[in-house]
Structure formats: structure tokens, C-alpha cells
């Protein structure tokens, strides 16, 4: 979902995003990836953009060469789906914001379950406007559906 927000004198392009889960083929993931690139270069780089949602990967709290987009403020270890991720956020200088934040880590936790806890839902922006991100936090307990 694509939308453009104007507020006052400032527009702000949001995108929310699901990104094709794990077990899926490889086409559907990358004809996702194909879509989300298509509509980040239709966005000019001088406007505002932030995009958020469930990428189902996980970036790991290993920096690696990715530190211009990798604040190292995760936790887990990084997956294929991650590794997409954070390429796409170097192609397109934007900063995973929730990586930038240290945190404990009930408040990076995004998905849990009764076997597992993960993060892999993410906020993207363009690193000129990372400014504007002050703070990033998973709220625990708060759910919409039981």
C-alpha cells in the first residue's frame, strides 16, 4: 500500500509493506522485490519516504558491511530475507530505523509465539531524513487479534 501525505507544507510518501513469507518460491519473492523497487524509484530522492512493515527476514546483529543502513541494534542472526533487505536499503540509501535505537529486547521483539521471538518487521527511511526518526519501540502485549 502506497500513500502520500501532505501535512502543511511537507508530503510524506508511506509505504506498507508484507513481504512474502519464507517457505514461498523464489519468483513470488522476487516479483515482491521487483514491486517495492519500482515504487521507491517512483518516489524522487529529494522526497520524504518511509517505508514499514513485515519484510519476514531477519537482519542480525552482526553490522557486517552494511553499517551505513544497520544501526546494530538487533538481535538474532541474519537470514536470506534480511540479506535482501538490507540491500535494498543500500540501493536506495535509506536506514533500517529500528536497528539505530538500543533497546531492550522485549522492544524489538515483533513477532512472538509460544516457541519462538522474532523481529522482522522494520521501519526504512532515507538516511538524509533520520533526523526525523527520534525513537523506535515494540510496545510488548499490545496485539490485535488473540
Known amino acids: 500500500m502506497f500513500i502520500k501525505l501532505v501535512i502543511g507544507e511537507c508530503t510524506l510518501n508511506v509505504v506498507s509493506t508484507y513481504a512474502p513469507q519464507a517457505g514461498l518460491d523464489e519468483e513470488v519473492k522476487r516479483r515482491f522485490w521487483e514491486g517495492l523497487d519500482a515504487i521507491v524509484r517512483s518516489i524522487p530522492p529529494t522526497k520524504r519516504l518511509f517505508i514499514g512493515g513485515d519484510f519476514n527476514g ?6 557486517g558491511s ?13 537470514n536470506g530475507g534480511g540479506t535482501s533487505l538490507l540491500d535494498f536499503a543500500k540501493v536506495f540509501e535509506l536506514v533500517i530505523a529500528n536497528s539505530t535505537f538500543p533497546k531492550r529486547e522485549e522492544h524489538m521483539v515483533t513477532f512472538r509465539s509460544s516457541a519462538v521471538k522474532t523481529q522482522i518487521d522494520y521501519l526504512l527511511l532515507r538516511r538524509c531524513d533520520r ?10 502485549g499490545e496485539t490485535l487479534a488473540t
Open 131 to 140: 533526523g526525523l526518526c527520534k525513537d523506535f519501540k515494540v510496545i510488548p
Open 66 to 78: 552494511y553499517g551505513e543502513v544497520h544501526g546494530g541494534f538487533v538481535f538474532g542472526d541474519r
Open 58 to 63: 531477519h537482519i542480525g546483529a552482526a553490522v
